[in-house]
Structures are given as structure tokens and as C-alpha cells.
């Protein structure tokens, strides 16, 4: 018995110690060899919130004037690109604007910084406010947000319901996902952890494929040309620490427990399909909204705007006068 402990003495010691010294001896390079510039050749690129963030800009091109500023904000993982089929019809409504959430697509990837943490929600809100001074002065603002950032959209709105006039929910990660790593914080603000993290999360290049299997219906849609619109980003050099820092931003809110606030002009849709976020969170979620509107999108999963974009701007247009008064 005496042995035996003194070998699972000796053992942990040295697991701890190999925990430890082991981080700070592996080496670690990105997989990313480009610049954002050029892995976006002839992306626009405004600065907003001491950031350089990716946005596209489609003009209105509907009859009238006074037309609405139209935010969209992507999902974990994705980009500006996971609204390329709907941005366009769009426009008939109201100004475009989509743009690239920091950590991810190619907005700009900070390594340091002071004060507000850019990949946190608050960093994440101080890019919303700059945003619509820029684009929205003077006129209705309709955010829309999708998987992770429909949870953004909707906890940004329920604290600024002065400068949002509606909202679209679109498989928002609400219910069923949210919040950050506050219970693991201290452990991933280890210095060794900070060593790794870049490491363990490189995975995502890979596994990310797997969810976007899972998010599609009609697998003959997700194209080699889907996969390169995902993957692109995965060219910036530094993209590892990026998500890395991303994963350890502070993004607790109370949007779950609030969702009675949002008392503005609200769309909730969901892709009859969706596993990602179940679809019955949207069900859910329209009842938690007091005169929300809810579309269920047949023959779609986790990305109806991608996979049936006509069907998607017809839940839009059907609800939008309801949502721009």
C-alpha cells in the first residue's frame, strides 16, 4: 500500500509539473499564412470601435425614401458570407449591411488591447453603437441576427430599445445556448492554458465541417464552393489566437430571463429542421415575446437565409410591414 502511494504521489507530481513546464516547450504557428487584405481582396473595411471591421454595404434599391438601415449579424463561425443569397433581396427594403463580428470572417483580429475586450459582448456592442451613429443616424434600424448572433442582437436591443425599431430572430441561439466561460475563466486564464488554447481550438478547421453538414438539409447544396466561402477565413494568419481569445470572452448576459423587454417588432424563424438550435426554441421563443411573429421554413435546418432564400424573404416581406411601421 505504501508503494502504491508513493507512485501515485510520484505520478501526480509529475503530471502536475509536466502540466506545468509542457505548454511553454510546444511550439505553435498558425496555419494562416495571410493578411485579411489579402486573403479579402477588395472586401471594405471601415473603423468601428478602434477596429477594423469587414462590412458589405448593399444600397437600397426599393421605391421611396426613408428607407430603414438593415443590420445583419452572422453565427458563430460564419461571416458576411452566410448571407450572400439574401443580402441583395434585401436592399429592396431598406439599406444593407452586413459585417464580420470580431474573431471571426475578416474583420481585424486583435492580439492585445485595453479596456473593453472586443471579442466579448460588450466589445460586440460597442461595434453595434458605432455602427448605427455611422450607417442608422436618423432612421429605423431592423437588426438581424442569426444562431449566436440572434443572441447578440436581441441582449444588444433589450438594453438599447431606443435605437433598434425591430428585430429578426433567425435560429437564434437563445434558449438552448448562451452565456460565456465565467465558471472555467480562471483555469483558461492559466498562462499554460493561454499556451494551448490556440492549439486546442485549431480543431475547428475540421470539425467545422461537421457542423456545417449538420446545418444543411439538402446536402447536394453545400457545395465545394460553400466549403471555400467558410473556410477563407481560415487563411488569416493568427486565426487560432483569435477564436482562442473569443472563447474566453466575457459574454454572460440576462437576455434569457428578460426576453419580456423586448417590446419592439419582432420576426422569429427557424428552419423546420434545425438539431443546431432545436427548432421548438423558436416556437418557444415566439411565446416568450409578447406580439412576436413566427415562420417556420420548410426543407431547411440551421440556415434557411443560405439553403431557401426565397422562402426566407418571403417570411420577410410578409411580416414587414408589421416590423417597419
Known sequence: MKRFRRFMTRALLAGVLSFLIVPFLIPFNSSGTLTAAQAAPGAEFVELADLSVRVEVTPYSGVGSDAPLIVLMHGFGASTFSWRNVQEPLSKLGEVISYDRPAFGFTERKTSWEGTNPYGFQGNFEILDALIA????????????????????????RLNLSKVSALILVDAAILTTGGGTSAFGWFFALPQMQKLGPILVSSIATSGDDLLRKS????????????????????????????????????????????????????????????????????ELQKLIAGSHLEIIDKTTHLPQEEQPELFMDAVVKHWEHLVK
Do not use: C, M
Not at 141 to 151: P, Y
Not at 262 to 267: A, G, N
Open 134 to 157: 455611422k450607417y442608422g443616424a436618423g432612421r429605423q434600424v431592423v437588426l438581424v441576427g442569426h444562431s449566436a448572433g440572434g443572441q447578440l442582437a436581441a441582449e444588444y436591443t
Open 216 to 283: 444543411y438539409y439538402d446536402q447536394s447544396k453545400l457545395t465545394q464552393a460553400v466549403y471555400d466561402g467558410y473556410h477563407q477565413p481560415l487563411k488569416i494568419k493568427g486565426w487560432e489566437q483569435a477564436f482562442w481569445d473569443f472563447t474566453n470572452a466575457p459574454r454572460d448576459n440576462q437576455l434569457k430571463d428578460n426576453l419580456s423587454q423586448l417590446t419592439l417588432p419582432t420576426l422569429v424563424i427557424t428552419g423546420k429542421y434545425d438539431q443546431v438550435v432545436p427548432a421548438k426554441d423558436a416556437v
